[in-house]
C-alpha cells in the first residue's frame, strides 16, 4: 500500500495563504506525475495542479497566478503554495501520484475559507 502523507490544511480568511505538503515515497516520487486536487461538498473531485518529473507544472484556470505548485527532490515532497484563497477555494485536497499504471491518493486535508 503506498502512503501519500498531506499536511498544511486549515481555516484562514479570505485573502491569506495556506501552504499544503505532500511526501511519497521515493521510489514513487521519482517516476510520477505528482499533482493537488480537490473536492467540495456535493461536487466532483477537480485537478487543481500537476507537475511532472522534470518539474514543469501546470494549473487549472482557476488557480493560475495564485496557487504555486513545488517539488522538493531531496525530501520527496510536493507543495502548493496558495495565495488570495477565495472561500469558493473551500474544498478537501488531495495529494496525487501518478504513472502509466498507477494512481495513488492521499488521505485529504481539509482547506477552509471564512471570515
Known amino acids: 500500500q503506498v502512503r501519500l502523507v498531506e499536511s498544511g490544511g486549515g481555516l484562514v480568511q479570505p485573502g491569506g495563504s495556506l501552504r499544503l505538503s505532500c511526501v511519497a515515497p521515493a521510489d514513487i516520487f521519482a517516476i510520477s506525475i505528482m499533482g493537488w486536487y480537490r473536492q467540495a461538498p456535493g461536487k466532483e473531485r477537480e485537478l487543481v495542479a500537476t507537475v511532472t518529473v522534470g518539474g514543469r507544472p501546470d494549473y487549472a484556470d482557476f488557480v493560475k497566478g495564485r496557487f504555486t505548485i513545488s517539488k522538493d527532490n531531496a525530501k520527496n515532497t510536493v507543495n502548493l503554495q496558495m495565495n488570495g484563497l477565495k472561500p469558493e477555494d473551500t474544498a478537501v485536497y488531495y495529494c496525487?501520484?501518478?504513472?502509466?499504471?498507477?494512481?495513488?491518493w492521499g488521505q485529504g486535508t481539509q482547506v477552509t475559507v471564512s471570515s
Open positions: 496525487n501520484s501518478m504513472g502509466s499504471d498507477y494512481d495513488y
